[in-house]
């Protein structure tokens, strides 16, 4: 053959050939292309496949089949992760959100929180994810937390409960209880940690009162562990694991609301086994009724898987054991119990035991609305009663008779036996008045020695009946107190609630006002209110009194003076300074005594506004620099008997306190001793609290009760202010001197500093200083200034 011959057969194979590579590589591509589209099609579809075909007899390379063969094990992969979050940590998920303990999964970091947990922190739960518990704890007790997880985590012995204290965002800080328990979470160890939220422990009393320091507390908290061994064998699986660990009940049942499952918590609280619980409807085992009526409640598992939809009980639900009899308040959620393929396949119960929360929820509730002497309604209760029977009154469905009742002579009983005798005897008559009504009226004690009755629905003659009652059991009522024998009485003012009824404030002003005239006809009487007492109130000037008190209220009609209180000898640069008096201006800016108002605004019970008025701008004074004060110096501001007993007039003067600034040493409270006497238990809380800020405190007019040091030497006082009835005479009357030289005598052994006032001249400063006073306060030293009120 020619070379040229030889060229052209050479060029027709090389033709050859690069057209067969042509065509290899084309079958290539479209292999290439046809995998590539099967895996677009399995990624856009709702879920995922296990697997895509691949042709075996395709004439692919073996690269494209073994990047084929790779996509499926990926898939594979992907569909058991699916899967098994499904069928577990989504569960587990759920039923962390229902219950009330605080939960998080943690291994080096945290990898699941619930709601109850974030909400300690102040943050969302998807926030804690990543972050370590040892982040979110007091500093003292990071290094602790961190080494007791890490050795918890690798099986070593360590506490698995101890006591933290976590730290808000917001600088709140919460006392937990943790509890740990190593599960398997998505094939690998993890801890299990639930939290609940505890009160401070004997522990935490003792940081507070500084016996320990902090870092010392969160050393005894954790226990030094020995080396770490070995670590364990797997756990079970996650939500198995879980649900027997929570505290909170749990339990599952099938399609037929029969149960397949119940933790421990749940076998407590239902008061059965597992065994005998198995199989059976929840129904068969305990029963679901409304608290106040005991009616059955409907089956929130049946309803559940009825309709597919979560269900609660009533909150009042009361659950009953058929076999115990044993009654518990519950909370309880039933929700549908579906597989990973999204099938309804029972429902999931949970429950929580509310009963010894309920029980103080009443308990919290009949303390807010009775009487902690007598056990009767208390004045808020009562006018609350009291509303509402004046609305059906006006609608006419109905005509209310309302009692207002004030002892005679009991007084006596505290001034000769003291307070015992008359807390006593408050509640011997407390007896004796709730046996007088009927089951359906409503007996109040509305402070001191006055008392309430609500007689729904009573006529006018049966109320006047009832009253009458009253007043000859009390009169015959006899109090024994050691050897002495007492007989007290009672006046009844009576006042129809019918269409025309006023607001609650009028009725109990006009039910006072009959009682008032009731008293001064003499002890033992019942009056009815009418227009005859009204027009009697107003010719003593009492009603025009309510009006311009109320009237000055508004206006802010009051101006303050003040008087001066120096040491007897000149020496004790210590104790008040001043004390502060009020006056009322008029109309016309002419200034009125307190002896011409105080009695009505007690009457009309305002008292508290008044003292409220006095305290604002002598504070407010003092914190502008408007009149100054020596070093260690303090002024005096008098509160009355009815302010004392206002429950929320401490909460005012500590709020007063701190927005002025003003520092509590320099501010002293002076306390009449009838009004802490009559007051005993609001005075040792609002002496008890002040005084503990730094406050002082006097008893005013003191002796002009007797047995008054039974009631007042338990009480953290400083000062006594002689009753200024015994110094008017001092110099020339021996029983005064006598009654004086007594006094200070004991009030020396309570390390009380005395005060003689209405010192008035030479005589008397004399013989109060011979006789050991530490200060003195009267006309004698200085009359009473207008108080500066601006800087």
């Not at 972050?131 to 007791?148: F, G, I, Q």
């Not at 020596?630 to 005012?652: H, K, M, W, Y």
Request: hydrophobic share 45%; charged share 25%.
């Amino acid at each position: 053959m020619s070379i040229l011959g030889l060229i052209c057969v050479l060029l027709a194979l090389v033709a050859t050939l690069l057209f067969v590579l042509f065509l290899f590589q084309r079958r290539d591509l479209r292999a290439v292309s046809e995998l590539s589209l099967s895996v677009q099609r399995a990624v856009s579809g709702e879920r995922l496949p296990q697997h895509i075909e691949i042709d075996p007899g395709h004439e692919a390379q073996l690269d494209v089949q073994t990047l084929g063969i790779s996509v499926n094990q990926l898939l594979q992969r992907a569909t058991r992760s699916a899967t098994r979050d499904k069928s577990g940590p989504k569960l587990f998920s759920e039923l962390g959100e229902r219950i009330h303990e605080a939960v998080l999964v943690h291994r080096d970091v945290i990898l699941y929180a619930n709601s109850q947990f974030a909400s300690f922190v102040g943050v969302d739960r998807v926030n804690l994810i990543d972050r370590r518990l040892s982040d979110l704890v007091a500093p003292e007790y990071a290094d602790l937390v961190s080494e007791n997880l890490r050795r918890r985590l690798l099986g070593a012995p360590s506490p698995d409960r101890f006591e933290v204290e976590m730290v808000g965002l917001q600088g709140q800080v919460s006392l937990l209880e943790l509890t740990t328990v190593p599960i398997d979470f998505e094939g690998s160890p993890a801890l299990l940690v639930t939290g609940v939220e505890v009160i401070p422990t004997r522990k935490l009393r003792a940081i507070a009162s500084g016996k320990i320091d902090e870092k010392e507390a969160a050393k005894r908290a954790a226990l030094v562990a020995p080396p770490v061994p070995p670590p364990p064998p797997a756990p079970p699986p996650l939500q198995v694991f879980a649900m027997q660990s929570l505290g909170e009940p749990i339990l599952t049942t099938d399609l037929d609301g029969n149960l397949v499952y119940m933790n421990p918590a749940a076998e407590k609280l239902l008061a059965v086994s597992k065994s005998q619980a198995l199989g059976r409807p929840l129904e068969e085992i305990v029963g679901l009724m409304e608290q106040s009526d005991r009616k059955l409640l409907s089956d929130p598992i049946k309803e559940a898987i009825g309709d597919g939809n979560p269900h609660n009980v009533s909150r009042r639900a009361v659950l009953l054991g058929k076999a115990s009899g044993e009654e518990r308040a519950i909370e309880l959620a039933a929700s549908p119990l579906r597989d990973h393929s999204g099938e309804l396949v029972g429902a999931v119960v949970l429950m929580h035991d509310i009963t010894e929360l309920r029980g103080q929820h009443r308990q919290m509730s009949y303390q807010a609305t009775h009487d902690a002497l007598t056990g009767l309604v208390n004045r808020r209760e009562f006018e609350r009663r009291l509303d509402e029977s004046a609305d059906v009154a006006r609608r006419g469905e109905a005509t209310h008779m309302l009692c207002y009742l004030d002892l005679d002579r009991f007084k006596i009983v505290n001034d000769t036996s003291g307070h015992l005798a008359g807390d006593s005897m408050l509640r011997e008559v407390a007896k004796v008045l709730r046996e007088a009504v009927r089951d359906s009226d409503t007996v109040a004690r509305l402070g001191g020695d006055e008392f309430g009755m609500l007689l729904v629905g009573c006529p006018l003659d049966k109320a006047r009946q009832i009253a009458d009652d009253v007043c000859r059991s009390i009169a015959n009522y006899r109090f024994v107190w050691h050897d002495r024998v007492f007989n007290i009485g009672v006046s009844v003012g009576l006042i129809e609630i019918g269409r025309e009824a006023g607001t609650v404030e009028q009725l109990l002003a006009a039910a006072d006002s009959a009682c008032y005239v009731a008293k001064k006809e003499g002890a033992g009487r019942v009056s009815v209110y009418s227009a005859r007492d009204e027009a009697l109130a107003r010719s003593t000037g009492e009603i025009q009194w309510l009006q311009k008190l109320q009237s000055a209220l508004k206006e802010e009609r009051f101006t303050l003076y003040y008087q001066p209180i120096v040491s007897a000898f000149g020496s004790d640069t210590h104790g008040p300074s001043m004390e502060v008096l009020l006056r009322m201006l008029d109309e016309t800016g002419a200034e009125i005594a307190p002896g011409e108002f105080v009695q009505a605004a007690e009457r009309y019970r305002l008292m508290a506004s008044v003292d409220r008025w006095v305290i604002h701008n002598t504070l407010g004074a003092l914190s502008r620099n408007a009149f100054q004060l020596a070093p260690d110096r303090s002024v005096a501001i008098n509160i009355s008997g009815q302010t004392l007993g206002d429950p929320l007039f401490l909460e005012f003067v500590v709020e007063t306190l701190d927005q002025t600034g003003v520092p509590p040493e320099q501010v002293c409270f002076e306390l009449a001793e009838s009004a802490v006497v009559g007051n005993l238990e609001h005075a040792r809380r609002f002496v008890g609290v002040l005084h503990g800020m730094g406050c002082k405190f006097t008893i005013d007019d003191f002796g002009s009760g007797v047995g008054s040091f039974s009631s007042l030497k338990n009480l953290p006082l400083d000062y006594l202010k002689l009753d200024g009835s015994f110094m008017r005479n001092l110099a020339r009357d021996s029983v005064s001197q006598t009654m004086v030289t007594a006094m200070i005598k004991l009030a020396r052994t309570l390390n009380f500093k005395i005060i003689a006032e209405q010192v008035e001249d030479s005589a008397a400063l004399d013989a109060a200083r011979k006789m050991g006073v530490d200060y003195v306060q009267g006309f004698i030293i200085a009359r009473p200034s207008r108080l500066a009120m601006a800087a």
